[in-house]
């Protein structure tokens, strides 16, 4: 892919808009197995940093071992167990987050040419950084808001029962597409698989279950059709702001899809950015809270950034349907070296499923990026948790309930963490 590089390695093509097809390649050379505690001809793969040997996981015949400290995830086990003897020629892997999946398909077929592909940033450096420990270097890692377009021979796709639905149908329909036709596709979760036979079956006119488990099960099944049977998922809602009304987009996989939450609405209720404020939005999803505060300050200050490819490339898309194109939105793994600081006003509503973890992450980042006298407005609905979070990095903190959620003005940072 030719274009523009940056120093985190991701490539972004010359002119595309949005900004946002990323993609991390590894050489596509043979690769190369790092080998360590193994017994019988096991080819033995590190998941965690360190010298810890955390669990092992062995599969396909006692030929892979796994060590990690969570071990292997029951979507990668079932996906692992199955992958066929016969090698394809090129492969798509999607929804493998520690890289075992793709790991297992450099093992077991040397020769083919292998992509495995994130919606997140975060998920696509980890997953990098595990090749590179176990010196892999045949896997192509596709940082992108979609599924790449293929051809494949072959998708091997996880989708965990506690993930978005309307998601996992939507990648399940783009799968269909990227195979060649008689592609095959191999879809694993980790809960009951009716649902996952149900869509497999609408979207390529069969599904058939591969084997029996307690926990989870694979289904799999071939392109047949020439087109899937596809449905629109995206929506648009409607935000007023002052005299201006915003359409907003929204996708499966990007929060909240189909609406705009009741924690952002209370957020946006609170607040007026100043005319001429630098602000930034963290975890900014399709872009809510920054382009509100883009028709109060004006965009050119406004900066938005999420570690979703998805949601970088529909907030982008939002900026510029809606005449606030000078509004930055990036990709960012961790929050890191964020454009146009220091801030007056960070925002944030931090997801509630990662128990406080990614909150403190936001909490940080904006002590760090806010100017003297700038303030963090940030929403919760678990106020106690976040107001000790917030309490470790600001020196000054005030909560304001509003519609069963915390308010939190945030200002003073203490810079010494």
């Not at 946002?20 to 019988?40: C, D, E, H, Q």
């Not at 062995?58 to 060590?67: E, G, H």
């Not at 005299?243 to 609406?259: D, I, M, Q, W």
Request: glycine residues 10%; proline residues 6%.
């Amino acid at each position: 892919m030719t274009g523009r590089h940056d120093r985190r390695g991701y490539t972004y093509p010359t002119g595309y808009r949005p900004n946002l097809i990323a993609t991390l390649r590894n050489s596509r050379s043979k690769p190369s197995y790092a080998v360590s505690n193994s017994t019988g001809g096991e080819r033995t793969f590190r998941l965690s940093p360190g010298d810890e040997p955390g669990r092992r996981t062995v599969l396909r015949d006692r030929t892979l071992c796994f060590l990690g400290r969570r071990g292997v995830s029951t979507t990668a086990f079932h996906l692992v167990e199955q992958l066929p003897k016969r090698a394809p020629e090129t492969v798509l892997v999607a929804r493998d987050p520690g890289g075992v999946v793709a790991l297992a398909a450099c093992a077991t077929w040397p020769d083919a040419k292998i992509v495995t592909h994130y919606l997140d940033a975060f998920e696509a450096r980890g997953a990098t950084r595990t090749f590179h420990r176990n010196d892999v270097t045949g896997i192509e890692v596709a940082l992108t808001p979609d599924l790449p377009g293929g051809p494949f021979d072959l998708v091997a796709i996880g989708l965990p029962a506690r993930g978005e639905a309307l998601l996992g149908r939507e990648l399940l329909e783009q799968a269909h597409d990227a195979l060649r036709p008689d592609g095959r596709l191999l879809a694993s979760t980790d809960g009951g698989t009716t649902w996952l036979r149900k869509v497999v079956k609408e979207v390529f006119g069969r599904a058939d279950l591969q084997g029996r488990a307690k926990i989870g099960g694979l289904v799999t099944t071939r392109r047949t059709r020439s087109d899937a049977r596809r449905r629109d998922h995206d929506h648009v809602v409607e935000v007023t702001r002052g005299e201006r009304t915003l359409a907003l987009k929204t996708r499966p996989g990007v929060f909240s899809p189909g609406r705009l939450d009741i924690g952002t609405r209370a957020l946006l209720e609170s607040f007026t950015a100043p005319p001429g404020a630098r602000v930034l939005d963290l975890g900014c999803g399709i872009g809510a809270l920054g382009l509100c505060a883009a028709v109060d300050a004006g965009p050119d200050g406004v900066v938005m950034v999420d570690s979703s490819a998805r949601a970088v490339a529909v907030a982008e898309e939002n900026a510029l349907v809606n005449g606030l194109d000078a509004a930055r939105c990036v990709l960012r793994a961790d929050l890191e070296d964020l454009p146009g600081g220091p801030f007056d006003v960070v925002l944030a509503n931090p997801p509630y499923f990662s128990h406080g973890r990614i909150a403190d992450v936001f909490c940080a980042t904006s002590a760090r990026e806010l100017a003297g006298d700038g303030v963090l407005r940030l929403v919760a609905k678990a106020v106690p948790l976040h107001g000790e979070i917030l309490e470790r990095h600001f020196r000054d903190v005030r909560v304001t309930k509003v519609r069963d959620y915390g308010i939190f003005e945030a200002r003073s940072p203490d810079r010494r963490h």
